[in-house]
């Protein structure tokens, strides 16, 4: 973003990162199994992530440059696990 | 004022600096992601690391995410303050920012005191291993944007003659608050 472009509501961003944080420190303590619990932590972190990175980063107002920049590393690291997962969960079950 | 350079190839209206700044945290990106990519993949092959990190002060860690998330706010704040030309409110908002990263840091040596003292180091596992390895690497992270908050804080702060450089300098202090958003429920609420 540079200079003269609006900015976001950066109060009501940190208020939603504030009631985000509250909710996935509560979904750790979810009854039951864990799978729900992991679930709503991570979706909750994810949301944060996007939240800051699209609005305290400004990355809603760049071009897609910038985009690139940000999502082949990201790329490069699903590569990365799907291609070591196979072998460290599998090789976990078969012992 | 941003910086009126003109690079060929480059969309205009961008500053070649804030590419400069995104392609290295492009490079952090494949840092801490090959980090948390390979912690994720060692965790659902092995068993036991739910018990060792119920062993973490997670309150602690959430005041933690707290003054990280707010010190984004301030940071940001900064921004806003720099290109308003008032570098009385710059000087305030990153001296806050400066302050979050000192208290985040504070923290994390009280947590890391009460480990070590209740006998879990790196060697004790590989769990405390990795969380040693991310926690420190982040740690050090949370150093160097201290010391780039420092170093915009000590121009922009006094005189605003480039508030894009507040921009590139809070482009940093926020990669560094999204891994810690990323590394609070990989260690602590998982």
């Excluded at chain 1, 980063?57 to 440059?65: C, S």
């Excluded at chain 2, 060792?52 to 309150?59: F, Q």
């Excluded at chain 2, 006094?158 to 609070?184: C, K, M, N, Q, T």
Aim: glycine share 10%; aromatic share 12%; proline share 4%.
């Amino acid at each position: 973003m540079t200079t003269g472009k609006p900015h976001p509501n950066y109060t009501a961003i940190w208020l939603w990162l504030m009631g985000l944080m509250g909710l996935g420190v509560a979904a750790s303590f979810l009854p039951g199994g864990r799978t729900l619990a992991v679930v709503v932590v991570f979706a909750v972190a994810c949301v944060k992530a996007v939240l800051v990175a699209a609005n305290f980063m400004h990355l809603r107002f760049e071009p897609a440059l910038i985009y690139a920049l940000v999502l082949i590393p990201l790329l490069f690291l699903v590569v990365l696990a799907a291609a070591l997962l196979p072998d460290f969960v599998w090789h976990s079950v078969s012992r | 004022m941003i910086a009126h350079v003109e690079i060929p190839g480059l969309p205009a209206g961008i500053a070649p600096g804030k590419v400069a700044v995104w392609w290295f945290l492009a490079s952090e990106i494949m840092v801490f992601g090959g980090l948390i990519a390979t912690y994720i993949v060692f965790r659902l092959g092995g068993s036991g690391w739910a018990e060792a990190s119920h062993h973490l002060n997670v309150t602690l860690a959430t005041v933690n995410t707290l003054v990280l998330l707010t010190s984004s706010y301030t940071v940001v704040q900064a921004f806003v303050a720099a290109e308003r030309r008032d570098a009385r409110a710059v000087r305030g908002h990153l001296a806050l920012t400066i302050l979050g990263g000192f208290i985040f840091l504070g923290l994390k040596a009280v947590e890391y005191t009460t480990e070590i003292r209740a006998g879990f180091t790196p060697g004790t596992g590989i769990f405390w291993s990795f969380y040693y390895m991310m926690t420190g690497l982040h740690a050090l992270h949370v150093i160097g944007g201290i010391v780039v908050n420092g170093a915009v804080l000590a121009t922009e702060g006094v005189s605003v003659r480039h508030p894009h450089r507040v921009e590139l300098a809070g482009l940093y202090w926020h990669f560094v608050d999204v891994v810690w958003i990323f590394l609070f429920p990989l260690l602590y609420l998982a």
